[in-house]
């Protein structure tokens, strides 16, 4: 356990050594800030279009800092060849894989913190009734869902040669579940034989990131879903990051180093 | 072969011409959109219209906080937007037109919303319900409803000759928002941008008799609007009846109460011919003709 914090230590200490998140949260910032000056019909309590708008960006944000953080890591320990030192110290390819998960995973979420408390701030300079309970389920729903997300971009980075095919495919691959992921079995029941069972199957294996997306309930004063639903969201979550984080171990242990 | 430097001064000589020649060209060209003020033409051109719808139906999926069909529930969408069936369009849909809100200040919900979401077809689909608006509700009555006001705002900015957009803000910010001199100002934009509109003048002139209580100036406004519909209207194979019926409606009950009853006899005449009961207006016409004897 001790070896997976180390590892874990030094991926957090490179996110807040990195410029990616700063940029991304400033331009959140300036974004929100502008949404939030404009003036419709001289109405200053309209809040839903800034809560809608600037959750999107921090989605956006949170994706592009999770799969970027996520896709770097292996290839840049290989290129820059202190991979070498460290699986020569007492440390197995399995607790490297687990330690920059970890890394990673915590990196984005102490971001997601932060994104989110400035939406919290954002709409309480609109809105009197914060719903602290939809927000908190809303940042651990999306939390998980980056988890997903890294572990599949820790599998990318092992099967894919350069990092920018593996944020590239990544981003492109997680984009498409959360537009249309859960439309894939409906658009696969209007097509013939062969493509419906082909549609029909990579709906069944593909992990459903749009259980994650709560966004419309925060948007529109919906309240908490049930706290049993979160929990087997997350379960389904820990399901899917072990899966792909397990499928990473077994290439990566076979993998010539360099 | 000639020489590199003649060749070159020729290029140059070729290149102004041209640049001269297509300059004037293109300062004439239909096409140009920098002749455009707006900078979202400039940028996105004629798309920028189907940008408008797509911020339009937005504004519908607000008034139902969030429970809207999306491209892939087509065949669940209806067919007419529900806020501007509530704004005093005709209800093809035969929508339920429950209160906004009860008293006890719970969303209503509305059961007869078009199932565009189904049964769920597998336990995937089932679960993720849980995390989507799934009950049909519209906003509260008393402010609720200008969360759709940015949405109607940026569509009209996007395509200004889209003529809905004006009346149905207009609509709610008048009736339940209390904003009459925003309203106004609203309507007037879309009338600057469409000045044969006659459903902005309608609009305004409601504006003028249910908030401002001029009479003198609905009339004024309805009968600019009886004028326009009908520079625009006849002739077509399918008017807009439904209009037409509310303007001549308004300025007849104007008239009446104002004392000129043959005037208001005049547009109920009129009002007979698109009414769905033709019956009732011509008992009112006969009360009304009895009343002058």
Redesign the interface.
Known sequence: MNNVWAVSNVVIKELYRRKDFYVLFILTGLLTGLLWSLNFFNDDRIVRYLKELCLLMIWISALVIAVVTAARQIPAEREQRTIFPLLAKPITRGEFIVGKFFGCWLATGMALVVFYLFFWIVTATRESNVPIGSYLQAIWLHWWMLGVVVALTLLGSVIFVAPSSTITIILLAVGGILIVGRHLHHAALQLPEPSQTILSVIYFLIPHLEFFDTRDLVVHDWGTISWVVCGLATLYAVAYTTLFLLAAWMIFRRKALN | MPSPRLLLTFLLVLCFTLAVRLQLWYQNWAGNRASSASILNVIIGDSRRMFANHFFTKADA?FH??FYP?I?DQAGAPKKLHMTETSGEPDEDEHDHAPAADKSGKKPVFTDLPGFMGAP??W??K??R????SEHVHLESG?GQ??I???L?ISADLDPQRVETYTV?AYW?RTQ?G?VD?AEQ?LREGLRANPQSYEILFELGRVWEENRHETARAINLYELALKQWKNSQSGKKEPDDFLLAQITGHLATLEEQGGHLAKAIEYLELLKTVSPTPAAIQEQIVELRAKMK
Do not use: H, V
């Open positions: 607000y906080s969030g999306t892939f077809s597998d995937i689909e679960f993720g849980n995390f989507l608006p402010g200008r969360e006001l940015p949405w705002r803000a910010l928002m904003k925003e609203f």
